[in-house]
């Protein structure tokens, strides 16, 4: 008897609460905070609240553009399908590359670096000495293939537990440190005197520098839209989630980084002084801030939540990775075999494997590049390669938001044009930073160039698609 394949997702697996979380979990609050706090400070010193307030008015104006365009077109490839009904199929095919493959699948790679990276300095802000980071490695790889395999209820219900964790910590740590200096707050930290810049290109610098690190929190905010069609009412609840993860996520960080702040100090020489910890090979000071409110027990926890916030970062990101995979497969632009669905979970599990296979490559080859630059010691020969596998995740992932902003902005109103615009000139400024490193370039072109190729290989099949739809939703 023939067996029959399932090519379906689960239909109606989770409502507005899943997809909430599920964004949330892209975002991944401690995890940012712990690894991303001292970059932003280093540039943007004391005004790093600022420079994270304005970050989320830009980011805004792109999660607008995600908003108009899922509201339209829901889509397990969203990435694929918003700028294919917008622009073109070789541009929708050209943009589900980029963010697929350049972006998501790297950065899969890169958050199980940063969990290794992470956990270890957790481990040694506990014990006091560190251990090796490889042992941990292997840790988020092998297990959020569980619940991503058991569809995306499972996964839901792990993002939901671990992320409620690490923002009720991050709120107690804010609560406290207001109250215990109450009389110590200031709104140096929302001026520009806060970058203790002397001229207006020493300001302009501070601050683009922060927005170049602090959009970096957001990464992920997106995730949501790769589960639409598992989403009851996913013209609803997928769009207007999105918004209201990053509204939130925003606050909450405009929030720790001021508490953060406030407990640093309002110099320059004792933010320096956190900067450099941080930079070191030493416990993050930010685990030291949170043991000094928390105790042992708070630190502990802390700790723990930060390696649970990567994985749940891992596992989001892994979903949407292996569902634009599965969906540009089921449009016949990929292998037919990545477009099968579990027949008892239906999950994309052949592409998750697919997904987790080329990851460890990714992997592979950072740790690869880390080694050539000259780090042999397994704590900095991970750090970097985590910064590595991080430059080039966040290469692509501004190029990717640029080309559906110009999408949305072709079917918007003049005042979500301006709005758009916006938020993709603070997406230009990060982009153009991003490449000023020479090898970083050669990798974008070296890219673009190998899609272009797919693409003449298979115009066929690409040409043929004038508007993609997810056909039962």
């Not at 997702?9 to 989770?14: E, I, M, S, V």
């Not at 995600?66 to 829901?74: E, S």
């Not at 294919?84 to 589900?96: A, C, H, R, W």
């Not at 690490?166 to 709120?171: F, P, T, V």
Request: aromatic share 12%.
């Amino acid at each position: 008897m023939e067996r029959t394949i399932s090519r379906e997702l689960r239909r109606d697996a989770t409502g507005f609460l899943g997809s909430l979380y599920n964004s949330l979990a892209g975002q991944a609050p401690a995890y940012s905070i712990a690894g991303g706090a001292a970059l932003i400070m280093g540039s943007a010193y004391a005004a790093a609240p600022l420079a994270m307030l304005i970050t989320l008015l830009g980011v805004l104006a792109i999660v607008y553009s995600i908003f108009v365009l899922a509201r339209r077109y829901p889509h397990a490839a969203s990435f694929y399908a918003y700028v294919t009904n917008t622009l073109n199929s070789k541009v929708g095919f050209f943009n589900g590359i980029v963010y697929t493959i350049f972006y998501s699948i790297v950065g899969v790679g890169s958050i199980a670096i940063a969990f290794a990276y992470l956990g270890t300095e957790g481990i040694y802000a506990i014990i006091g000495h560190p251990i090796n980071p490889l042992l941990l490695l292997p840790i988020p790889i092998v297990l959020a293939l569980i619940p991503a395999v058991l569809g995306i209820r499972p996964s839901i219900r792990t993002e939901m537990t671990l992320t409620s964790i690490e923002i009720a910590i991050l709120l107690i740590f804010v609560i406290l440190t207001f109250i215990v200096n109450a009389d110590k707050l200031s709104l140096l930290p929302f001026s520009l005197q806060g970058t203790f810049a002397t001229t207006p290109s020493g300001v302009l610098t501070a601050i683009s520098g922060g927005l170049i690190f602090a959009i970096t929190y957001f990464m992920g905010f997106e995730v949501s839209t790769q589960i639409s069609e598992e989403v009851r009412n996913p013209r609803s609840s997928v769009p207007t989630s999105t918004l209201v993860a990053t509204l939130l996520m925003g606050v909450l960080y405009i929030l720790v980084t001021y508490a953060i702040i406030v407990n640093v100090g309002y110099s320059q020489s004792a933010i320096g002084n956190f900067v450099n910890e941080a930079e070191g090979m030493g416990p993050n000071p930010v685990y030291t801030l949170i043991s000094h409110y928390l105790g042992e027990a708070g630190l502990i926890l802390f700790a723990i939540s930060v390696m649970l916030s990567v994985f749940g970062c891992y596992l989001a990101t892994l979903n949407a990775t292996a569902r634009m995979l599965y969906g540009m497969a089921r449009d016949g632009l990929l292998p037919s075999w990545l477009a099968e669905t579990h027949p008892k979970y239906k999950s994309p599990h052949k592409a998750l494997y697919l997904s987790t296979m080329i990851a460890i490559i990714t992997i592979v080859l950072a740790y690869m590049a880390s080694y050539m630059s000259g780090y042999y010691r397994p704590i900095e020969l991970t750090y970097n390669a985590m910064e590595y596998a991080y430059a080039i995740d966040s290469l692509y992932y501004v190029l990717s938001l640029l080309i559906i902003a110009a999408g949305a902005i072709k079917i918007t109103a003049w005042s979500g044009k301006t709005a758009i615009a916006i938020g993709a000139a603070l997406l230009a400024i990060t982009f153009y930073y991003s490449i000023t490193t020479t090898m970083y370039l050669y990798i974008l072109l070296a890219s673009i160039a190998l899609i272009v190729i797919t693409e003449a290989l298979i115009l066929p099949r690409i040409s043929r698609i004038k508007i993609t739809i997810c056909p039962y939703c």
